[in-house]
Structures are given as structure tokens and as C-alpha cells.
């Protein structure tokens, strides 16, 4: 069956960067696009971006365009997002999300990130 | 970026009623309106996409209907497992955006 599974929770400092990993296994990896949402304790959805493994493009929110990379690895199924800069309001939880025509999400367990000194 | 109201915030029920749990969205979508149900804890769970379509594996209870800028998620005699948060989601236009949601809980 189709999963996304995402890396552990991390600590992070203020100031530093983090990636993350979602690897994805049940399905052909380059058929669907990879999205990333932030969910912050209490709070609602935001869409981050996504990424065409098959050929590398990518969209993003203009909100996190100065604060995220997404990359994907098609020979280990493998989507990533690194966070730069980070500060508390990063402190989230982290989804990735396959989507097949860029429409309804198929979602992983989620990571969740700590920004703390 | 095309905003979705959800309303209203909180809905309590009693097991056993039918609900409808609205979502308007700032302009035109057509129906590419998803609806989601998360639990504490949990990553959302796709109930119904593109505004009115069933997805295997869930209930038949929950329904969806509505296009342009009005949607709602219709629930048949709710059940106890169904209580949780609800949102909805436009992939119309990027960027995709969410609901606020509806938090359903027990009467």
C-alpha cells in the first residue's frame, strides 16, 4: 500500500538549518507530485510548496520561498525539505503530501520540529 | 490567495445526527474543493475530493456537494469515531490554501 514515511522529530537552534525526509514507497515516485504543509499547534493547514520528482520543478508559496528547498531523490524515492534560518515560528509539524494532478493530498505521518535554544 | 471560510467553528452533536459543515471559498474554484478529517495527533485523512466524490474506504455517511464558492460536507448519522477536526482545501489555484476548520464534537 502507498506510504510516505517521514523522518524523526528534530531540535533544532535558532539560526540553524534542517532537512527533512520523506520516503515514499507503493507507488511510482515520479507519477505524483510531492507537496509540503506546515501545521502549527492549535493552528490550521499551510501549503509550503511541491515538487515534480520527475523533473525537479517546483512551486512554492511565496511565504516560504526564502525559507525552503525542496529536492527529491528519484533512484531512493526520497522527497526532502530543508528549512533555513530558523527561528520559533518554524516550530511546527511538517507534512508531505503525494498528489496526483496537483489536487486531493495523500498524506505522511508528519515530522515534527522544535526550535528551541 | 483565494481564501476558505469555514463555519461554523465548532459544531456539537449528539451520535445518531446529521450534520453539514460548510466551506466558502473568496472566489470561484469550480470543484476542486477537498475535504479532510483529522484526529489529535493524526495526519488528515481524505473523506472526499473534488467537491463531491467518494473515496474508497470511507464511509458512505459522509457526502460532498456544492461548486464555485460554496461546498458542504454532509454527515448521515454521525458516529463517535467521526468526532475531530474537519478542513477543506482549494487546489484551484496556487497557492493551494486551507480552511480554518470545523472542530466536531460530542454534545
Known amino acids: 500500500q502507498v506510504q510516505l514515511q517521514q523522518s524523526a522529530a528534530e531540535l533544532a537552534r535558532p539560526g540553524a538549518s534542517v532537512k527533512m525526509s520523506c520516503k515514499a514507497s507503493g507507488y511510482t515516485f515520479t507519477s505524483y507530485t510531492m507537496h509540503w504543509v506546515k501545521q502549527r499547534p492549535g493552528q490550521g493547514l499551510e501549503w509550503i510548496g511541491y515538487?515534480?520528482?520527475?523533473?525537479?520543478?517546483?512551486e512554492y508559496n511565496q511565504k516560504f520561498k526564502d525559507k525552503t528547498t525542496l529536492t527529491a531523490d528519484k533512484s531512493s524515492s526520497t522527497a526532502y525539505m530543508q528549512l533555513s534560518s530558523l527561528t520559533s515560528e518554524d516550530s511546527a509539524v511538517y507534512y508531505c503530501?503525494?498528489?496526483?494532478?496537483?489536487?486531493?493530498?495523500?498524506w505522511g505521518q508528519g515530522t515534527t520540529l522544535t526550535v528551541s535554544s | 490567495d483565494i481564501v476558505l471560510t469555514q463555519s461554523p467553528a465548532t459544531l456539537s452533536v449528539t451520535p445518531g445526527d446529521s450534520v453539514s459543515l460548510s466551506c466558502r471559498a473568496s472566489q470561484s474554484i469550480s470543484n476542486n474543493l477537498h475535504w479532510y478529517q483529522q484526529k489529535s495527533h493524526e495526519s488528515p485523512r481524505l473523506l472526499i475530493k473534488y467537491a463531491s466524490q467518494s473515496i474508497s474506504g470511507i464511509p458512505s455517511r459522509f457526502s460532498g456537494s456544492g461548486s464555485g464558492t460554496d461546498f458542504t460536507l454532509s454527515i448521515n448519522s454521525v458516529e463517535t469515531e467521526d468526532f475531530g477536526m474537519y478542513f477543506c482545501?482549494?487546489?484551484?489555484?496556487?497557492?493551494?490554501?486551507f480552511g480554518g476548520g470545523t472542530k466536531l464534537e460530542i454534545k
Open positions: 482545501q482549494q487546489s484551484n489555484s496556487w497557492p493551494h490554501t
Open positions: 503530501a503525494r498528489s496526483e494532478e496537483n489536487g486531493n493530498y495523500d
Open positions: 515538487i515534480n520528482p520527475s523533473s525537479g520543478y517546483t
